[in-house]
């Protein structure tokens, strides 16, 4: 931290607060690149990863921050780091390649394992918020000169980013753990449609309802009858179920994608 200050002690606490915050920041953006999550649609897809990209790229604008104020302005090697973009950086892997638990449905435990990271996350920035936000007011009082100036602006710019951080992805966890268990609910019901679809001759291919190859009993006109009977309620299911996925995934898109919004506004904001 910046020499000349009145109480070294309250310099010495807004030091250790900012270097708990790039700690902190560090560990859970690793812990987002850890995940792997299957939504099974594109869009959805798009979403939720570019939300998770956002979240590791504001915590490093976070931490790059935080370390610089913590060392000092002067400090070697600061500014090299947060210029070089690659640099710490490993790949994420994406959700199209995970592992999914019924085709084309996507994986709801993977959106439930992310969720619980992110609300953990949302937790230990909330908490590392308020300690750096005591820090910098007990700090500030005879803390006077242009880099006094420049220091409080920049850790009140790092609070207020933190507290950005750790409000949108809990808003976030909430929306993929609800995702989650409707995912979970209607793949249950697609398993269930696609049994009974084979019981009476039939198969779900890619969301539709085809005839079952081969001879699937006698032919006659009782038969038949039971048969359109049976393809139009299991289309019926069918059409209701896609109707409900196409819903959740719609809104999941739409609050991963103002978390999106949220944090890149916040991640320009620390560069500026």
């Known amino acids: 931290m910046p020499p000349s200050h009145p109480r070294p002690e309250d310099l010495d606490e807004l030091g250790a607060a900012m270097s708990a915050v790039a700690e902190h920041a560090a560990a859970v953006g690793e812990h987002l ?53 690659g640099r710490g950086e490993r790949p994420r892997p994406t959700g199209q390649a995970a592992a999914m638990s019924h085709p084309g449905m996507g994986d709801p435990a993977s959106l439930s394992a992310l969720a619980a990271t992110v609300r953990r996350a949302a937790l230990q920035l909330r908490t ?12 500030s009082p ?90 139009r309620a299991l289309r019926g299911r069918l059409h209701l179920l896609a109707s409900a996925v196409g819903r959740l995934r719609a809104q999941l898109t739409a609050e991963c994608e103002q978390a999106t919004h949220l944090l890149g506004e916040t991640s320009a904001a620390l560069r500026r």
């Open 128 to 139: 590392d918020a308020e300690r750096l936000a005591s820090a910098l007011e007990h700090a």
């Open 33 to 85: 690149l850890d995940h792997m999550v299957t939504v099974g649609d594109h869009t959805a897809q798009s979403a939720v990863d570019g939300t998770i990209d956002a979240a590791i790229d504001t915590l490093r604008e976070i931490g790059a921050s935080s370390r610089e104020i913590a060392l000092g302005p002067a400090a070697p090697g600061t500014a090299r780091d947060r210029d070089d973009p």
């Open 142 to 231: 005879g803390w006077t000169g242009p880099t006094a100036t420049t220091t409080r602006r920049r850790s009140a710019a790092v609070v207020a980013s933190v507290a950005t951080v750790a409000t949108a992805p809990d808003a976030c966890g909430g929306s993929l753990q609800r995702a989650a268990t409707d995912l979970a609910g209607c793949t249950a019901d697609l398993r269930a449609i696609e049994e009974q679809a084979v019981a009476a001759g039939f198969e779900v291919q890619d969301g539709r309802l085809v005839r079952a190859r081969g001879i699937t009993g006698v032919a006659d006109h009782g038969a038949e009858a039971d048969g359109d009977r049976a393809r």
